[in-house]
C-alpha cells in the first residue's frame, strides 16, 4: 500500500502545482471559471498556495505519515468545496473533474493510513 501511496501522492502533486500554476498565471481559461463560480480574483492567489501545501504535504507524508494523512484529509475538504462551489452555480461540467479528485484525495487517506 505505501508503493501505491507514493505513486498516487506523486501524480496527485503534479496535478495540484499544474493547476496552481494556472491560479497565479491567470490564463483565460481560468478567469473564465472563476467568474462562472463568481468567485473574486483575489480569492485565486489563496487557492494556489493552498494546493502547493497540498502537495508538500503529500510529498513530505512518505517520509512522515501524519502529515501525509493531514494533507489529504485537507484536500479532500478542499475539492468538495470545489464540487460544491461548481453545483452551487449550476456548472455541472466543472464538477467531476473536482469529484474524482476528491475521490483520489480521500484513497490517499485510506492508503497513508494503511502503510503507517
Known amino acids: 500500500m505505501f508503493i501505491t501511496y507514493v505513486v498516487l501522492a506523486v501524480v496527485m502533486s503534479v496535478v495540484l502545482v499544474v493547476s496552481a500554476g494556472a491560479k497565479f498565471t491567470r490564463p483565460r481559461r ?5 467568474s462562472t ?13 493552498t494546493q502547493i501545501a497540498g502537495a508538500s504535504g503529500l ?3 512518505v517520509w512522515w505519515g501524519p502529515l501525509g494523512v493531514a494533507a489529504a484529509i485537507c484536500l479532500t ?13 449550476g456548472d455541472i461540467k466543472g464538477a467531476p473533474p473536482a469529484a474524482v479528485l476528491a ?14
Do not use: D, K, S
Not at 475521490?103 to 503507517?116: E, F, P, S, T
Open 77 to 89: 475538504l478542499y475539492f468538495i468545496g470545489a464540487v460544491a462551489a461548481h453545483v452551487r452555480v
Open 37 to 49: 463560480l463568481e468567485l473574486p480574483f483575489a480569492v485565486l492567489p489563496f487557492l494556489g498556495v
Open 30 to 34: 481560468m478567469v473564465e471559471q472563476m
Open 59 to 61: 510529498i513530505t507524508g
Open 103 to 116: 475521490i483520489a484525495a480521500a484513497v490517499l487517506i485510506g492508503l497513508r493510513v494503511g502503510a503507517v
